[in-house]
């Protein structure tokens, strides 16, 4: 398994954008299907998912990011980005990027036991938004 590396993260006001961006440069891709995702957590939390994107590019959105957050995939660049638009102060909090096999389901089914079913993670980037 290889690393995934965040970066992007910056404090914001309420109504701007950010894109986050996971390098996997560790990962061989061209012979499995693989399923990417972000998730974000706040400090005294549990880890919710924001976006996953499956190697045969299906995607799943949770709803509080649905019209506003675009994941996308560049495999050229073993990159996965996370483009986030009229960004609100709910938005805050610390974004990891995360990586397993192939991942039908809806973001929202990885919750807490479920969350293991990625393999790899980042170290995570720190998201603020500001009113």
């Known amino acids: 398994q290889g690393e995934l590396v965040e970066s992007g993260g910056a404090s914001v006001q309420s109504g701007g954008s950010l894109r986050l961006s996971c390098l996997f440069p560790g990962f061989r891709d061209n012979t499995s299907r693989y399923c990417m995702a972000w998730f974000r957590q706040t400090p005294g939390n549990a880890r919710e998912g924001v976006a996953r994107i499956d190697s045969d590019l299906s995607l799943s959105y949770a709803d509080a990011v649905k019209g506003r957050f675009t994941i996308s995939l560049d495999n050229a660049k073993k990159t996965l980005y996370l483009d986030m638009n009229d960004l609100d102060t709910e938005d805050t909090a610390t974004y990891y990027c995360?990586?397993?096999?192939?991942?039908?389901?809806?973001?929202?089914?990885?919750?807490?036991?479920?969350?293991?079913?990625?393999?790899?993670w980042g170290q995570g980037t720190q998201v603020t938004v500001s009113s």
């Open positions: 995360a990586r397993g096999g192939v991942c039908p389901a809806p973001i929202s089914y990885y919750t807490g036991q479920r969350l293991h079913f990625f393999q790899s």
